[in-house]
């Protein structure tokens, strides 16, 4: 799956040539390629590493036109002109003459020997009749309204998650040649979709874009996009969505990263971050971003405060507060002495909701030298450690979710963990009993401690 995956789009003409980039064009949008059904771009290299580098260049590009023209132009146009039309006809209705006027000032057969096919269905359409001329379909497509939906949430959502609704809507274009407008889409073609996922894409990749869809259509029914008509996109119970996401890491694997990333530390912050990974449940963009004013007393408990002030967060679920473990109490309150609008880590990066770029690349490096290639193993996976102490020292399921973050936790309101009292009497003790099932992998903090100037 992998190899197919690192030759998506590429193609040789014979064993050993040059790789081409080809990209299937979806007909609503061959007006920006001078009606081209496919692109073709040679990459100057038979390469492959060097050719996935220009594929991808290539594919932002593409990506990047079909943001600026809009998806599914030809469709838009449509719909806005049937609108006028139907209105300026309605309006013309008042007055015989007027109304006469009006038919014979919009003849589709006039438009359609000038050449403009959607003008002359338009016309056709704002009559009572049928399109028959541009191929166009009426109705919203789903990239077109992905988009749309996405444009709602802008601000709302992390940066990473617009770009997964971008990619769904690029995904569906790619597999639905024909456009297919929302109210033809049926089970059967959704399970299709998911048939042409599974040779390229891991299966939680196939669940978050059936999400972002089943999202789509409730926004499209909202709308009123899309009529008396439940979304395809869910409950399919397919042999492919069986579970498939991170992964642990195991104590070799944790140890071995960790003796190729503390070399490349030269902070006591950089060297804990790992270690704060493992116990805490945060996701690397919230540690990242954490600031000093983050570190705070929580009746008596040292909590860092997961929050969308300075940043844009996953999910509701992911605004929290998360007991300190207390071995790193000291060194937590260190780092936080100063400005409370700084960074805690001095390698954050000063981007909107993209802070970890320091981090994510060398513990991505650190992985890659211990020997480690699976996408499925990496700092996510500490999440999954936690998780696992958590079952393992028997924390009750609402808590572990808490912690993590994890959209389990919509039963229960903000307050139920935001008062002193339930942080002192339910999270501080959960973290306490993780401590302990996660002392293996912890006992390496020694290799911070010690270092330390």
Not at 212 to 222: D, E, L, Q, R, S
Not at 261 to 273: D, V, W
Not at 409 to 433: F, R, V
Request: net charge positive.
């Amino acid at each position: 799956m992998q190899a197919k995956q690192d030759r998506r789009y590429l193609k040789q003409k014979k064993a050993g040539g040059v790789y081409l980039v080809q990209i299937a064009v979806p007909t609503a949008l061959r007006h920006l390629t001078n009606n081209k059904a496919v692109l073709t771009r040679s990459t100057g290299t038979n390469n492959l590493r060097e050719a996935r580098a220009h594929r991808d260049v290539f594919l932002r590009e593409w990506e990047n036109l079909k943001l600026q023209a809009g998806i599914n132009p030809k469709g838009h146009r449509l719909r806005s002109l049937v609108a006028d039309l139907k209105q300026s006809y309605k309006e013309s209705l008042g007055d015989h003459d007027t109304a006469q006027t009006w038919l014979d000032g919009h003849d589709p057969e006039y438009y359609y020997n000038q050449g403009d096919l959607i003008m002359a269905d338009a016309i056709r359409i704002a009559k009572g009749g049928e399109a028959k001329f541009s191929g166009v379909q009426e109705g919203y497509t789903l990239p077109e309204v992905a988009k749309e939906y996405r444009n709602t949430i802008l601000g709302k959502k992390s940066n990473n998650y617009l770009n997964k609704v971008f990619k769904a809507a690029t995904r569906w274009e790619e597999f639905d040649k024909e456009s297919t407008p929302l109210q033809n889409i049926g089970r059967a073609k959704v399970v299709a979709f998911i048939e042409y996922l599974s040779d390229d894409l891991k299966n939680k990749t196939i669940r978050d874009v059936l999400s972002i869809f089943n999202k789509t259509w409730i926004y499209a029914t909202n709308k009123e996009y899309v009529i008396d008509k439940g979304s395809p996109f869910t409950d399919h119970s397919l042999e492919i969505l069986d579970s498939n996401s991170y992964e642990v890491l195991t104590l070799q694997e944790w140890e071995g990263i960790l003796k190729n990333y503390l070399p490349r530390s030269k902070t006591i912050g950089a060297k804990l971050f790992m270690f704060l990974g493992i116990t805490s449940g945060m996701r690397i963009e919230e540690i990242s971003g954490l600031r000093k004013g983050d570190v705070k007393y929580v009746d008596g408990v040292l909590c860092f405060h997961v929050n969308n002030k300075h940043r844009s967060v996953k999910t509701k679920n992911a605004i929290r507060y998360i007991p300190v473990m207390n071995r790193y109490i000291d060194v937590v309150k260190k780092l936080a002495k100063g400005n409370p609008e700084e960074f805690l880590f001095k390698e954050a990066r000063i981007a909107k909701n993209q802070h970890s770029g320091w981090f994510s690349n060398n513990i991505r490096e650190s992985k890659r030298e211990f020997g480690i290639t699976s996408r499925w193993k990496s700092f996510h996976s500490l999440r999954c450690n936690l998780a696992t102490a958590c079952e393992n020292a028997k924390i009750e399921e609402r808590t572990a979710a808490w912690l993590c973050g994890h959209s389990h936790n919509q039963t229960l309101t903000y307050g139920l963990y935001s008062d002193g009292a339930n942080i002192k009497e339910i999270l501080k003790p959960a973290i306490d009993k993780v401590e302990k099932k996660l002392e293996p992998f912890l006992q390496f903090d020694s290799l911070v401690f010690n270092t330390e100037n």
